[in-house]
């Protein structure tokens, strides 16, 4: 289809010559006499190019650029203006106005035959490829927005446990995330795994994704978190590139022992406020991340430690956007402050706590998290309607 291009000038004469001059060339040409008519024909006519003189009655060619950059999508549309010989500061004033070039009249007949032309096809080149991009964002967008409404489905929704209540908090990045968490009911207990991809975006979201159905297997038929992790590892190994790898902290709480059993793969340390004497316990353990060594390799390793939990007690599972958060001067919320802000929350309900926590890292980071956010606030003995 042949490109269209709008003319836009009070000569008459200017416009026969420029509309005579692109004929051959195959392009379609509109015309306006001002601003005004410029503007009523892209309502109705979608065009690749408008030629604008700067100088007009009615409505000037300022004017209709000054109107054009807050009305998509002909601000989109390139602009190549004109202007008489000795008016270079019109020219520059328009260049302002995100105009894509500019040509002196009155033309010659060397600059009809070649000069407008080109500048006319480089032009409208350059409106393809834009709109290309555009439409290829665009897609890529919906894309990722369909991805991230797939991701969060795989997310328990505050789940409902007998003798626990549990509120749960994700925020990823950029639409999906790597970071992941997962609740899993077992005959006489729960189990907990809060995890994160390496990187953020769409790769780390398909690497987190393999997690929840093999977590869901390997736990169950284990009801061991180191277990689970190594053979978590040893799939991480055949699916994933090498370069790719994944931290994670799981816990198994048996109601029966009133225990809690748990193991870290290269994971921060987690919180366990003890309601009792009012103390932190800090959870971690040896163990190496998951996917970028083989379970027979001498750096490889699991190890599992378990813990009592009373009524009242409360657990922090989370992933390091949450104490990697940066302020303005790059100073990171930290862990200190994380721990701080889960103690002063601890005589909220859990649902309270997960908002005031994420009150509290925006409050320092504001719009500049760099990072996934998850965590979990898990309090035991008290039924989950909090």
């Known amino acids: 289809m ?43 006519q979608m065009v690749d ?5 700067l100088i007009m009655p009615v409505m000037s060619g300022f004017e209709f650029l000054e109107w054009r950059r807050t009305n998509p ?36 007949a060397q600059d009809l035959k070649n000069i407008l032309p080109l500048k006319i096809k480089n032009a409208i080149h350059a409106k393809k490829l834009y709109d290309q991009i555009k439409e290829s964002n665009e897609r890529f967008q919906r894309e990722v927005e369909l991805a991230a409404t797939y991701q969060r489905f795989l997310l ?7 003798g626990l209540s549990l509120a749960t908090f994700y925020q990823p990045f950029s639409g999906v995330a790597g970071d992941f968490f997962d609740v899993i009911a077992l005959e006489d207990g729960v189990a907990f795994l809060i995890a994160d991809a390496s990187g953020h975006g769409l790769l780390s979201a398909m690497v987190s994704s393999l997690l929840k159905p093999l977590f869901h297997q390997y736990i169950s038929q284990t009801r061991s978190p180191a277990q689970t992790f190594t053979r978590l590892n040893d799939d991480l190994m055949r699916l994933t590139r090498d370069e790719d790898y994944i931290t994670a902290f799981c816990a198994v709480y048996e109601r029966s022992a009133s225990r809690l059993t748990y193991a870290s793969a290269g994971h921060p340390e987690q919180f366990l406020w003890q309601s009792r004497s009012g103390q932190v316990a800090r ?26 939990v009373a009524p009242g007690d409360r657990l922090l599972l989370f992933t390091d956007g949450c104490i990697e958060a940066r302020d303005p001067a790059g100073v990171q919320f930290g862990s200190r402050r994380w721990l701080e802000t889960f103690l002063e929350t601890a005589n909220l309900a859990p649902r309270q706590a997960s908002g005031r926590l994420w009150e509290a890292l925006t409050a320092h980071a504001g719009a500049r998290l760099q990072d996934d956010v998850a965590f979990m606030i898990i309090q035991f003995g008290e039924e989950s309607a909090s």
Do not use: W
């Open 283 to 308: 959870l971690g353990s040896e163990g190496f991340f998951l996917g970028m060594f083989p379970c027979d390799h001498q750096v490889f390793c699991q190890e599992e430690k378990s813990i009592e």
């Open 49 to 53: 190019l408008i030629l604008l003189d």
């Open 73 to 108: 999508p002909c601000d989109s549309i390139p602009v190549i203006v004109s202007s008489s010989l000795d008016d270079f500061e019109s020219i520059e004033r328009a260049l302002g106005l995100d105009t894509y070039d500019y040509f002196i009249k009155p033309l010659t």
């Open 156 to 162: 328990p929704d505050d789940p409902k446990l007998a």
């Open 2 to 44: 042949n490109s269209t291009v709008l003319v836009v000038d009070d000569s008459r004469l200017n416009r026969q010559v420029i509309k005579l001059a692109l004929a051959p060339i195959g392009y379609r040409i509109l015309e306006a006499q001002n601003g005004r008519e410029a503007i009523d024909r892209l309502q109705t």
